[in-house]
């Protein structure tokens, strides 16, 4: 096992509420935070009604949980300043929700753009 893989083992170990903490201090740090997309955009994740974009702290992190459903998806880096400024304003109006750092089970805190926001600016 590699170190990445064993860093990434134990993040995705972590509470969801302390995976989102650590997303949440990581952009107020101004790190640029990642996705998954294609060709065709970015991977949106439905939940019942709700369209979720899954993001994670780091470009492994998002890959190692893309790589057994969405093998064709490749990380795509979002800085901090746009995630605040255009993304974020851009989901509230399309309604869709930030799902931060899925474990490998799919879990994780899910909020809508704007208490997403909220967090980032607390």
Not at 8 to 35: C, G, M
Not at 67 to 76: A, G, I, N, R, V
Request: charged share 20%; hydrophobic share 40%.
């Amino acid at each position: 096992m590699t170190e990445t893989s064993s860093l990434n083992e134990t993040f995705f170990r972590l509470p969801s509420r302390q995976r989102y903490d650590e997303v949440i201090a990581f952009i107020k740090k101004k790190h640029s935070i990642w996705t998954l997309s294609d060709a065709q955009g970015c991977l949106i994740l439905p939940l019942g009604q709700d369209k979720i974009l899954p993001i994670w702290p780091t470009p492994e992190l998002a890959l190692s949980w893309g790589q057994k459903d969405y093998p064709d998806f490749t990380p795509l880096e979002i800085s901090s300043m746009d995630w605040v400024s255009k993304w974020l304003p851009g989901m509230e109006k399309d309604g869709f929700d930030v799902g931060v750092a899925p474990n490998l089970a799919g879990e994780c805190i899910v909020s809508s753009a704007q208490e997403h926001a909220g967090d980032i600016q607390g």
